[in-house]
T-cell receptor, first 111, second 113 residues
Framework: QKEVEQDPGPLSVPEGAIVSLNCTYSNSAFQYFMWYRQYSRKGPELLMYTYSSGNKEDGRFTAQVDKSSKYISLFIRDSQPSDSATYLCAMKKGSNYQLIWGAGTKLIIKP | EAQVTQNPRYLITVTGKKLTVTCSQNMNHEYMSWYRQDPGLGLRQIYYSMNVEVTDKGDVPEGYKVSRKEKRNFPLILESPSPNQTSLYFC????????????FGEGSRLTVL
């Protein structure tokens, strides 16, 4: 079993919809949680960074961490075609540990 | 412009022909890392470096070598490439491994025939 599970999709939704992307993990020691966005033929770029449980909002994006369920989510409100990309979750146990990555979910926003 | 630069971006080679993928960053980052990305498997770490002359194996180091002689450069060496090393490779850097934000290059697509 992988330490981090992420549905690869693709997830196709109409423009303007609320998108929910999710990852589950098995190691309760993870403390730092990240979402990266990767456009086609580009490297990943950091989108959201959270520590421990709770919500964090940045514009149309909200990252949510539920450590009791070992579940993290990324919500995108008012989705745009420019949001079409692969979204990767990543997490780590502590500041000096390496990141563990999900496989990525491909998101398609239809105009 | 702050960036991580990888070369070549695309390469087709044959089994056994040594090759080097270069990586350079201009942000004075201490930490650098190499990943490979394969469909369904996500990003897997090959090697990483915490600082000059300090390197360590990641999850899939077999068949690869690295060196870190200068802070800005972190080349990935495939001494004898094999077809199972056909992949998309990314170099990444950050200030320290404790800083979660990794800055990635644009990727190098390698095909080994």
């Amino acid at each position: 079993q992988k330490e981090v599970e992420q549905d690869p999709g693709p997830l196709s939704v109409p423009e303007g919809a609320i998108v929910s992307l999710n990852c589950t993990y098995s190691n309760s020691a993870f403390q730092y949680f990240m979402w990266y966005r990767q456009y086609s033929r580009k490297g990943p770029e950091l989108l959201m960074y959270t520590y421990s449980s709770g919500n964090k909002e940045d514009g149309r994006f909200t990252a949510q961490v539920d450590k009791s369920s070992k579940y993290i989510s990324l919500f995108i409100r008012d989705s745009q075609p420019s949001d079409s990309a692969t979204y990767l979750c990543a997490m780590k146990k502590g500041s000096n540990y390496q990141l563990i990555w999900g496989a990525g979910t491909k998101l398609i926003i239809k105009p | 412009e702050a960036q991580v630069t990888q070369n070549p971006r695309y390469l087709i080679t044959v089994t056994g022909k040594k090759l080097t993928v270069t990586c350079s960053q201009n942000m004075n980052h201490e930490y650098m890392s190499w990943y490979r990305q394969d469909p369904g498997l996500g990003l897997r770490q090959i090697y990483y470096s915490m600082n000059v002359e300090v390197t360590d194996k990641g999850d899939v180091p077999e068949g690869y070598k690295v060196s870190r002689k200068e802070k800005r450069n972190f080349p990935l060496i495939l001494e004898s490439p094999s077809p199972n090393q056909t992949s998309l490779y990314f170099c990444a850097s950050s200030f320290t491994s404790g800083d979660g934000e990794l800055f990635f290059g644009e990727g190098s697509r390698l095909t080994v025939l």
